[in-house]
Antibody, heavy 119, light 107 residues
């Protein structure tokens, strides 16, 4: 069974940095793209970042543009989210997502990693 | 940015009843809309994509309809495991956006 496991979450002070990782195991499906989506405590879902599997297209939500960077290592089936200049409003559970069709909906989710930005 | 508005915010129903959830887009997204289910403490899972296609492994009691700006997720007969939070999401343009969610709770 496909499994995506995030790591790297934790508590960080405002202005600090953190890098989230997402490892795929038993993943034999073709990968068309990658996403990070976050969910603040008790709130709805917010799309954060997208990266096409060949690296040709990269998009970010307005609230994170210039501070968060998505990257991947296809050979290792790893996805990353570098988070800089963090703000309290970035506090959320961050989910990594691999999409396995050209339509690239959010079809394979990790279990989520909690990032708390607080002094 | 395309805003998705879901209604109602909460739906109180009994097992066996039919659930009808609505998602309205601020502009046409054609059929480029998906529905997700989220249970407490879990990641969401894809139910419906491109407005009306069930994702792999999703039971036939879940169906989606609509196009343009108005979409509906229908659960024909609620099972105990269907009481959860449901979100719609558009992929027509960037930034991708989600609706605020509808909670389906046991009456």
């Amino acid at each position: 069974q496909v499994q995506l496991v995030e790591s790297g979450g934790g508590v960080v002070q405002p202005g600090g940095s953190l890098r989230l990782s997402c490892a795929a195991s038993r993943f034999s499906l073709p990968i068309f793209g990658f996403y990070w989506v976050r969910q603040a405590p008790g709130k709805g879902l917010e799309w954060v970042a997208y990266l096409q599997s060949d690296g040709s297209n990269e998009y970010y939500g307005d609230s994170v543009k210039g501070r968060l960077t998505i990257s991947r290592d296809n050979s290792k089936k790893m996805l990353y989210l570098q988070m800089n200049n963090l703000r309290p409003e970035d506090t959320a559970v961050y989910y990594c997502i691999f999409c396995t069709s050209s339509a690239c909906y959010f079809d394979h989710w990790g279990h989520g990693s909690l990032v708390t930005v607080s002094s | 940015e395309i805003v998705l508005t879901q209604s109602p915010g909460t739906l109180s129903l009994s097992p066996g009843e039919r659930a009808t959830l609505s998602c309205r887009a601020s502009q046409s997204v054609f059929n480029l809309l998906a529905w997700y289910q989220q249970k407490p403490g879990q990641a969401p899972r894809l139910l419906i994509y491109d407005a009306s296609n069930r994702a792999t492994g999703i039971p036939a009691r879940f169906s989606g309809s609509g196009s343009g700006t108005d979409f509906t997720l229908t659960i024909s007969s609620l099972e105990p495991e269907d009481f959860a939070l449901y979100f719609c999401q558009q992929r027509f343009n960037w930034p991708l956006s989600f609706g605020g969610g509808t909670k389906v709770e046991i009456k």
